[in-house]
């Protein structure tokens, strides 16, 4: 069973950074795409950020310029840095692993940003 461990998150202030950590058990993450995503109270989970097995990486306009996806396979970690927060982008942000016949989630981390 693949498991997938969230780290990072918690509560700043606007302007503020955190950086999200997600590590996967098992032998699956080299050959995953990993990505975070988030989800506000009242909203439909969204992707935030994803990077591809061999390192091609996709962020949703809002983050761009504040959010920056990386991985480590040797550690078996993908990374969220994200700087210049805003209250907007306070939700639960979930970590995936996405291959050929397989889709793992991680439980959540809660970030919070406040005004």
């Known amino acids: 069973q693949v498991q997938l461990a969230e780290s990072g998150g918690g509560s700043v202030q606007a302007g503020g950074s955190l950086r999200l950590s997600c590590t996967a058990s098992g032998s699956i993450f080299s050959r995953s795409s990993m990505g975070w995503y988030r989800q506000a109270p009242g909203k439909q989970r969204e992707l935030v950020a994803a990077i591809t097995q061999g390192g091609r990486i996709n962020l949703i306009d809002s983050v761009k310029g504040r959010f920056t996806i990386s991985r480590d396979n040797a550690k078996n970690t993908v990374y969220l840095q994200m700087n210049s927060l805003k209250p907007e982008d306070t939700a639960v942000y979930y970590c995936?692993?996405?291959?050929?016949?397989?889709?793992?989630w991680g439980q959540g981390t809660q970030v919070t940003v406040s005004s």
């Open positions: 995936n692993a996405d291959g050929w016949g397989y889709n793992y």
